[in-house]
């Protein structure tokens, strides 16, 4: 692991994804923020992924379509990222135990540049 590695991961969950999944996260310990704690409601998606980028943290969405694509795009041009992790709809507990399962045993460093579907 390099000097500025990380162990966990922090995650940024999109505007799209019920705050209560930020709270039961944050309840076990994980540090998680939400588009309205940063107050970047309404910004564009690409805007969303570049704050995360920024701030070394993890995505998480349910907008496929579109995260796919940027997924790809970095794939293809060799641009980094923290990982983005795209979840189907669920109820926030059942997202909340999805996501535990990747933060529990995913270190920051190997979700970083991955596409993961939960």
Same mark, same amino acid.
Do not use: W
């Given at each position: 692991?390099?000097?500025? $590695? ?20 944050? $309840? ?19 805007? =969303?992924?570049?704050? $995360?980028?920024? =701030? =070394? ?13 940027? $997924? ?18 669920h109820r926030p507990h059942e997202l909340g135990r999805r996501l535990l399962l990747i933060l529990n045993q ?7 540049? =991955?596409?993961?579907?939960?």
């Amino acid at each position: 692991m390099s000097r500025n $590695a990380k162990l966990f991961i922090d995650l940024y969950l999109d505007e799209d994804v019920d705050i209560l999944v930020a709270e039961l996260l944050r $309840a076990r310990g994980f540090l998680v923020e939400t588009t309205r704690d940063a107050g970047n409601l309404g910004r564009s998606d690409q805007a =969303q992924l570049d704050y $995360a980028m920024v =701030q =070394q943290k993890a995505f998480f969405t349910h907008n496929r379509a579109d995260f796919e694509g940027f $997924a790809n795009a970095y794939f293809a041009t060799g641009k980094p990222h923290g990982g983005i992790i795209i979840g189907v709809r669920h109820r926030p507990h059942e997202l909340g135990r999805r996501l535990l399962l990747i933060l529990n045993q995913t270190t920051s460093d190997e979700i970083a540049n =991955q596409l993961i579907y939960i």
